[in-house]
């Protein structure tokens, strides 16, 4: 069974930074394309940033310049690194990954959710 774990969520002040981790464990072949999702209050879920199993990334318009995407792939996490925050980025945050399983099939797992919450 797979599953990720996501942490790092939390309360800061507008301008302040967070590190949002994901992590995947469990039986499966390798992580492919990585993800980050944001669902705010009312608003249906949408995509922050990817990252391709290569590294290549991939960012919202309204987060490009502010967050930053990585991840170590011997330790299948993901990391955002979310810097010149503001209150409109507040939004529960799901981790999404394309996991390669053991037979070989591609399926899509998501985290359980952090809350990220911005005050002003």
């Known amino acids: 069974q797979v599953q990720l774990v996501e942490s790092g969520g939390g309360l800061v002040q507008a301008g302040g930074s967070l590190r949002l981790s994901c992590a995947a464990s469990?039986?499966?072949?390798?992580?492919?394309?990585m993800a980050w999702y944001g669902q705010a209050p009312g608003k249906q879920r949408e995509l922050v940033a990817s990252?391709?199993?290569?590294?290549?990334?991939d960012y919202a318009d309204s987060v490009k310049g502010r967050f930053t995407l990585s991840r170590d792939n011997v330790k299948n996490t993901m990391y955002l690194q979310m810097n010149s925050l503001k209150p409109e980025d507040t939004a529960v945050y799901y981790c999404?990954?394309?996991?390669?399983?053991?037979?070989?099939?591609?399926?899509?797992?998501w985290g359980q959710g952090t809350q990220v919450t911005i005050t002003s």
């Open positions: 999404k990954a394309q996991i390669v399983t053991t037979t070989f099939t591609i399926s899509d797992y």
């Open positions: 469990g039986r499966f072949t390798r992580v492919a394309t």
């Open positions: 990252i391709t199993s290569g590294g290549g990334t």
